[in-house]
């Protein structure tokens, strides 16, 4: 009899409660956490299309045209470390109107499922983005 009330264990009630919790967590982040994730992975696009337009008016300066790129993970010539980024990992950029325009399209890899599309012009040095990341998985 004295060993049963030494004995120490979670109760029933216990671990019920810890469940209730634990899916109240998940619930709460599957309907507000993933705006933050697609919010991440926005920012994350702006800045690396500033990266490639900043890489690209480099090369033009030396240059003079924009450098083409199929869709690469790496670039040599831009000196971009795609590596350094979590959701996307291959770029292409593309000159049009003469070298006026440089158009920007990133893609993520297979589990991010996200594409983003950047437009640079040469004329009044600004940076155009058109975000397409409704599809997160």
Not at 6 to 13: D, E, I, S, V
Not at 17 to 24: R, S
Not at 109 to 124: E, W
Request: aromatic share 14%.
């Amino acid at each position: 009899m004295k060993m049963l009330k030494n004995r120490k264990a979670f109760t029933l009630t216990e671990l019920i409660v810890t469940i209730a919790v634990m899916v109240v967590l998940v619930v709460t982040w599957a309907f507000y956490g993933r705006g933050h994730v697609k919010f991440a992975m926005m920012n994350e696009g702006r800045l690396f299309i500033d990266k490639i337009v900043a890489q690209e008016k480099m090369y033009f300066n030396d240059h003079g045209a924009f450098l083409d790129t199929g869709y690469v993970t790496s670039s040599d010539p831009l000196y971009i470390n795609v590596k350094e980024n979590k959701y996307f990992t291959k770029f292409k950029a593309w000159r049009v109107d003469s070298n006026k325009n440089l158009l920007i399209t990133l893609n993520g890899d297979t589990t991010a499922n996200c594409a983003m599309f950047g437009k640079y012009t040469s004329s009044d040095d600004s940076v155009a983005y058109t975000e397409n990341i409704d599809k997160i998985q």
